[in-house]
């Protein structure tokens, strides 16, 4: 069994439509997700957390929030530098992140059941694995070439980077001010596809075999 806290009504909806047959497949049972509705503390999520592995003390728990989203500072954030990689970023939040679970839920704790994950930048950043599927998704074909432009800068849509500025969202609502993650976000990650997306995020990819291998060895 496994729980994921997301951070969302958007990421909820995208976890029951595109990973939810997935991990069935692969023998994963998902039970309800807990949603954080946005409020990203550190202190809450851990709690959340912790709350959901001593409850089902037999479940896995992950997590699928945000790195942009982050509402207050995380274990060795210190650590951070603004322009280090996004690989090392999430490894860094990561690893600090599982400790901390790792550390309140005691000696007896099979550690193995938590997984920390952490979106890079954010939602969003997934979308632009396909520029033309992202603006059908939205019914604006005419954002397709502006969505190109912007994949076409970074070497994965995962790194598309967190400034207020300049966050996928931010670019996003730069060219639709009308844009809506809970109903375009979700259109926009159905017509894409998980596969598609997978494909293009590696950072993605890797949680989601971690999660698939959560069924065992297949017959």
């Not at 280090?84 to 704790?109: C, N």
């Not at 931010?170 to 060219?175: D, F, P, Y």
């Not at 109903?183 to 293009?200: H, M, V």
Request: charged fraction near 25%.
């Amino acid at each position: 069994m496994l729980c994921i806290v997301a951070e969302g009504q958007t990421e909820e909806t995208f976890i029951e439509e595109l990973l939810r047959p997935l991990l069935a497949d692969n023998g994963v049972v998902l039970l309800p997700s807990i949603q954080m509705s946005g409020n990203v503390r550190y202190e809450r999520l851990k709690s959340l957390v912790v709350k959901r592995l001593k409850e089902q003390s037999t479940a896995f728990c992950t997590t699928f929030i945000d790195y942009y989203g982050r509402r207050n500072m995380f274990p060795d954030e210190e650590r951070v530098g603004e322009f280090d990689p996004a690989v090392r970023k999430k490894t860094i939040l990561e690893s600090a992140f599982y400790a901390d679970v790792e550390q309140e839920m005691g000696r007896r704790f099979d550690a193995r059941r938590f997984i920390p994950y952490i979106q890079m930048y954010e939602f969003e950043g997934l979308l632009f694995s396909d520029p033309d599927g992202f603006a059908r998704g939205l019914y604006k074909p005419e954002l397709a070439a502006p969505f190109r432009g912007i994949r076409a800068q970074f070497p994965t849509p995962e790194d598309i980077n967190n400034d207020k500025a300049t966050a996928p969202s931010k670019r996003v609502l730069a060219h639709f001010p009308g844009y809506d993650k809970v109903a375009g976000g979700t259109l926009a990650a159905l017509t894409i596809g998980l596969e598609q997306i997978r494909a293009n995020c590696p950072l993605f990819d890797g949680w989601v075999k971690t999660l698939m291998q959560l069924g065992g060895p297949r017959a």
